[in-house]
Structure formats: C-alpha cells, structure tokens
C-alpha cells in the first residue's frame, strides 16, 4: 500500500473500506490535464515570488510535464489508494523527482486544487459546446433555408392553429440554441474567477502574488473571498442549469421529430442511418435517435437537481460532501455533447414530405383568423368578427364544407360585408404572406431572419476562432 501524503497524524492505516468508499480517482481523473496545467501555474508563481529557487521550479514543471505525458500514453497508474487525481499526480511527482516533488503542496490545498481545476474543465467545456451548439445551429438554419416557403399546419394546443412556413417554425429552435449560447457565454464570466491561493479556506502566510498566477491561466479575475472559493460550486450549479435549458430544447424537437415521423403526421422522414429497428416486427423503423435525446434529458436534469440538493445544507467552508459534485457533472457534459452532436447531423439528414404538409395545412379552418381579419378590415369590432366566423366555421362543420367551398351568398347571409376578396383572402398562401408583422411567418421575413442568422453564425465562427 502506497504511503498516504497526509498519513503523519495517523497511527492505523485506512480501512479499506473506507479507501474504496472515499476515493474519487475512478472518475476525477478526468481532471488530469487541468490539474497539472494548475500545478504547473502554481509552481511558477511560488517561483516569481521567492518561496521556491528556479531550479526547484524547473525541476517540478518538468516532472509534471512529464507525468502528463505517461498519463497521454497510457503509462500511469491511477492507484485507488491515492484517493484522488492530485494526490496520485503529486505522489507520481515525488517518486520521479524526489523530494523537492514536495514542495509544489506550498501554500496551496486540495481544497483550492479541485476549485481550480473543475473551474478549467469546464471552461474548456464551455467552449467545446459553443462549437457544437454552432453547428447545430448551423443546421437549423440550413434546413430552414431550404424550407422557408414550405407551408405548414402551426399548432396550439396540438391543434392546427394557423398557416405557417416550416423555416419559421425550424427558425425557433435556432432561437432557443442560441439563447443557450448566450447562456453559457454569460456563465463563462461566472467559472472564468481564478480560486488558486484560498489554500484550505483562509488564505496563507506565504507571500504568493494570485494575480500572477491567474496570468498564467489566462483567468480575467481572481476569487475575492477565501471562505467563498472553495465552498462554492454555483458556477457549476450555473453550467449544469445551462445545460439543462439545452436539452429541455433538444427534447422539444425531438418530440417532434418523433410525431412528425409517424404514420399519422407523416410530415418527415429520419434517414435509415439515424434510424433502429425492431427485434420482432419487420416493418419497424423506429426514431430511437429523437427517442433517446428526449430520455436523457433526465439525467442532466438529474444532475443538476443532485449539485442544488447536495449543497443546501452544507456549512461553510470545504466540505467532502463537494466531491460528489464530479460524476453527475462529467456524466451531464457527457450526455449533452453527444445530443448536441448527434442532432446537429440528424437534422442535416431529414426529409420533409412538402405536399404533406400542404395538404395538412388546408384542414381545420386553419385560416378562419384570416376570415375573421377580413371582417375587422370592414370596421367590424374583432369581437364581433370573432363571433360571425365562428359561426360561418359551425355552418361548415353542419354541411361538411371547406370555408373556400362556401358560395358568396351562404357568407353573406353572415354578413353582408364579405364579398368576392375573401377567397383571395383566406388562401392558406395569402395567410402566410400577409404575416409581415415583425417576427411573423411570412417567407420573406422568414428568409430575412434566416440571412442574419446565417451573419451572427459566420461573425462568431470568426470571433471565437470556431
Ligand atoms: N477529491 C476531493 C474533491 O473532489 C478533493 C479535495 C479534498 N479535500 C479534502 N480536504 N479532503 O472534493
């Protein structure tokens, strides 16, 4: 059993089960890269400031380079015994270099370490998921584009509702990615605060300059209260809300990505490759893809419920209780980077049945508003034109007819301001066409919408160097 870098106040040595029970290296591993990037910044600003000599800094970045590299090549060994990813790098660092490996711990805690270290993973996470949410967006926009005249049933209440273009209706969820971006961009500021020199909760005796070793990381801003650093996990809390927000928006489309595959909608088709079938029934063909976005959307909600609940009750400052902040996180960034991905390609791949859609839309008085419009055109009170093609709406229903099958003299009879206009009117086309409201379905405001989306996508492409 390797020797514990804290054993001196011990007598016993850890029972095992309590080893197995506390140790976090099974999963916070994954923290090797940002941990070693911290140690590497520590150690050189202890140099800058005189606590340790050039050759111990030289001595210390080196073997940590060096340990970075047996972990890339697979050559470590992550020794439960060690509890965690920085005890078993710096126990790694004093068996290569002997004991000035010791002297990286100076003023500095593990309290402060994993801070610093969960802050950078997910920085680094944050910009991963910008280049994902880029590209579904990217997709969004270039499905959009291609169906910006493509006129569909809008729905309310899962009831045709008005006539609208399916571009406009695709535009929407390239408005809920891009909150998310913002989202996550407005997070950054919060994860992007530089912890390092909190030390175990109150600071240290040691001269360290904290500003020097934000420079290092490229942090804007360090931490203002010890206490605060390394109790905090909000900007986790934050990220992982984040991420929640964007798989809530993932299953909206997924959901409908799964109604609108069915035989009853029958408005897409989800190409063979995103596809499964069934064990038992031929026919299947079975969009598991949709299916399972919209499943895993518990788990990052999961998670984040897991981090409000885990914190609530805990006092300040360090508490062990943190560590258990790690798997719901990384298993949360897991599963949203694969749904962003996976949706962003499914969506470049779909095919929807235009036809369809158009004869969809013609049912179920989809534009009696238009009618009702036409009357208020007239100097008809909305009110009362409500009412009048509610009943011109009921006639139809009595007699099994269309509101354009209508002749001039049946709506007249319920009101005599309609004349031969309205069948120009309340064309499913002209539905569309007149929404000129800022925001509203008509193509060409669809298509103006789309060309400046496709501007923001092409200015961010350059700006973060996407
Ligand atoms: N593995 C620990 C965690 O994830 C690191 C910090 C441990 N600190 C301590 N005082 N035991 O939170």
Redesign the pocket.
Known sequence: MAKKLWGGRFKQSTNRLVEDFSA?IDF?WRLYREDIAGSIAHCKMLGQCGILTEDEVEKIVDGLIEIQREIERGDFEFDPTL????MAIEQRLIEKIGDVGGKLHTAR???D??ALDLRLYLRNTIKWYLKLLHSLRTSIVNLAEKYADTIMPGFTHLQHAQPIVLGHHLMAYYEMFTRDSERLKDCLKRVNVMPLGSA?LAGTTFPIDRNLTAKYLDFPEISRNSIDAVSDRDFAIEFLSAASIIMLHLSRLSEELVLWNSIEFGFVAISDAFCTGSSIMPQKKNPDVPELIRGKTGRVYGALTSLLTMMKGLPLA?N?D??E??EPLFDAIDAVAACVEIMARLLSELTFDETRLREEAEKGFITATDLADYLVRKNIPFRRAHRITGEIVQYCIKHNKRLEALQLDELREFSGTISKDIYDYIKIDTSVNKRTSYGGTAPGLVKEAIREAKNVLEDEKERYAL
């Open positions: 976090s916070d509890e965690d990813i920085h805690s593990r309290n370490q994993v175990a360090y062990r943190l560590q902040d790690k």
